[in-house]
């Protein structure tokens, strides 16, 4: 019998699959609310977004350099957005507490994510220097607490319960699950 590495059975989806379906999600929700705001708020076109993020590697030259640094911010994007999840999901496989209380780790996580990003990432980076806008501030923080980390608590508790599940077979922390105490 042959299995597919997305599907191993009718019930269990590969780990893998997904954190790379959870990391491509979670990016585009950041990046719809990154756009969103900015072009409301500044008029700024969705597309410098991308080229924002490909600042961080490229510098000011991101701005120049039109579509491919648009490319390469996108692909920048959704590696970082990668890294958070598999991060999450590989302390959790060590500190099974984290799937368990996704609701508590999650907003924790996030909140971790914003401050790693903010204060010692995009300082470190090539990245011009982003004006101190308060609203956008109060809102990035609550997009990573409300969403971006709890999303990644959810989907890494998924990915670990599908791993489990093809271990063993059990059921008992499938999505449908979720409002069960494990």
């Known amino acids: 019998m042959s299995m597919s590495p997305v599907i191993s059975d009718q019930r269990t989806i590969s780990p893998v ?20 705001y900015w072009n409301i708020s500044r008029g700024v076109p969705p597309l410098q977004i991308f080229q924002t993020v490909a600042s961080g ?21 959704y590696l970082m957005l990668q890294a958070m999840v598999s ?16 609701w508590l780790y999650g907003p924790l996580y996030g909140l ?6 903010n204060l010692i990432v995009v300082p470190l980076s090539a ?19 409300c969403l971006i980390g709890p999303l990644i608590a959810w989907f890494s508790r998924w990915a670990s319960t599908s791993h489990s599940s093809a271990q063993s077979q059990g059921n008992h922390l499938h999505p449908n699950n979720w409002g069960a105490e494990s």
């Open 17 to 36: 699959f997904i954190l790379v379906g959870a990391a491509i999600l979670i990016g585009a929700l950041d990046l719809i609310y990154a756009c969103t």
């Open 57 to 77: 590697l490229l510098g000011m030259r991101s701005f120049r350099d039109g579509l491919v640094t648009v490319s390469f911010g996108a692909l920048l994007q």
């Open 87 to 102: 991060t999450y999901y590989v302390v959790s496989r060590r500190l099974p507490v984290l799937i368990r209380q996704p």
């Open 112 to 117: 971790l994510l914003y401050v790693v990003m």
């Open 127 to 145: 990245a011009p220097k982003s004006p101190f806008v308060l609203s956008w501030i109060i809102g990035s923080i609550a997009v990573h607490v």
